[in-house]
Nanobody, 123 residues
């Protein structure tokens, strides 16, 4: 089993930056693809971006491309989401997820989830 814990959420003004971290325990993340999703009140869970097990392949949702960057440090068992130029529409609970069967963009294909961290962007 892999346990994931997100941190780094908070309140930021539009145009600002936040850095979310996802730390794994239980097993090494080395062999797991990882992704970030988000869910705003009253909306479905939305794909933000994903990263391959070795960090060599990343894909982002169009809504965040060029503003958000996913990276990982397998030695530290962490995956990071750097969010720049934040907009009010980025407000949501952000979730880290992992799966052992390769990269994917659908949240239904991820096996392990963190509890989520709230990101609020004020206008």
């Amino acid at each position: 089993q892999v346990q994931l814990v997100e941190s780094g959420g908070g309140l930021v003004q539009a145009g600002g930056s936040l850095r979310l971290s996802c730390t794994a325990s239980g097993r090494t993340l080395t062999n797991y693809a990882a992704a970030w999703f988000r869910q705003a009140p009253g909306k479905e869970r939305e794909f933000v971006g994903r990263i391959s097990w070795n960090g060599g392949n990343t894909v982002y949702a169009a809504s965040v491309k060029g503003r958000f960057t996913i990276s990982r440090d397998n030695a530290k068992n962490t995956v990071t989401l750097q969010m720049n130029s934040l907009k009010p529409e980025d407000t949501a609970v952000y979730y880290c997820a992992a799966r052992s069967s390769g990269i994917a963009t659908s949240w239904t294909l991820y096996d392990y989830w963190g509890q989520g961290t709230q990101v609020t962007v004020s206008s």
